[in-house]
């Protein structure tokens, strides 16, 4: 009962931390006219500060103190925090810069990155419905890299970067909160002292924002730590196989978005690999079904 309960948890937490980085595009191109870097340095340090309030209001400084008595954090925490603002950077460059799509294609790809770690590094099991998901999704992987005739660099620096992020997160037996603040704890100051120094220069984010703007740039923080705390609920909950494939709700609400709300341009080449990507989600989904129904009867 108590796996079933923290299984459920796990898919729930991956599903809501979806649906928020899904529809994410639109607020960060709500920031403009604010540059990108601007707008990831603010991110860096106002991600670090909320996590930080959040975590010694919950678990009181001791808790965290506690974490560095294990010498393998000093690089683990500093890994993952590298690695998730590479991946945080690279988005929101790729977002203001009218390539949507071309970053749901990473977040296609990145998936499968995942389901590999979690067989090979983590030996998770796989059931054939997943394995049949995977294919699809390959399947739809492969027609869209082959459409553009090109490697994807801004797709592959995404999937890349969050899938060793992901396979990381594994080993953090943390609640979540905290786990984003240790990991962005040793960038938060470096982040500042950039951002005061190009608002200082006229050229951060107060010398073209409204202060409507500004307030919303204010509230990347929680926008990004509230998803990232669901992402590490659910990553120590459920197996990476199945968190990876569940990730494909994310991009798949930005493509969305990216063609009807943004206009940015989709073929029929492109339409097909999302179709194909979905068969594979519905393979996948009728496999959990059936898998909680034999689970309950046992």
């Not at 923290?6 to 960060?28: A, F």
């Not at 996590?51 to 974490?67: K, N």
Request: overall charge neutral.
């Amino acid at each position: 009962m108590d796996h079933d309960r923290s299984y459920k948890t796990g898919i729930i937490s991956m599903l809501s931390c979806d649906v928020l980085w899904g529809v994410l595009p639109i607020y960060w191109q709500a920031l403009r006219p604010i540059d990108s870097w601007v707008i990831i340095f603010y991110r860096i340090f106002l991600v670090g500060l909320v996590s930080g309030i959040a975590t010694v209001l919950i678990y009181g400084l001791p808790a965290i103190r506690q974490q560095f008595a294990d010498k393998s954090n000093f690089w683990k925490f500093p890994l993952a925090g590298l690695l998730i603002t590479c991946n945080w950077s690279i988005y929101i460059w790729a977002v203001n810069a009218d390539h949507v799509i071309q970053t749901c294609v990473g977040y296609y790809i990145e998936p499968l990155i995942v389901c590999l770690l979690g067989i090979v590094v983590f030996k998770d099991k796989i059931t054939k419905y997943k394995l049949t998901a995977m294919l699809f999704a390959l399947l739809g992987m492969l027609v869209i890299l082959f459409h553009f005739m090109e490697v994807p660099l801004i797709a592959l620096s995404i999937a890349t970067s969050f899938a060793i992020y992901a396979a990381i997160k594994k080993w953090f037996d943390l609640p979540p909160i905290m786990s984003v603040f240790l990991e962005t704890l040793f960038l938060m100051i470096p982040a500042l002292c950039v951002v005061i120094a190009i608002e200082i220069t006229g050229n951060g984010a107060l010398a073209v924002a409204t202060p409507g703007k500004y307030a919303l740039l204010l509230c990347c923080g929680i926008l990004t730590a509230a998803p990232l705390s669901l992402f590490a609920a659910a990553a120590t909950k459920v197996p990476l196989v199945t968190v990876g494939l569940l990730e494909y709700l994310s991009p798949s609400i930005s493509l969305i978005i990216g063609i009807f709300l943004m206009k940015e341009p989709f073929d029929l080449v492109q339409f097909i690999s999302f179709v194909i990507v979905w068969v594979g989600l519905a393979f996948f989904t009728y496999g959990e079904i059936k898998e909680s129904r034999e689970h309950r009867l046992e």
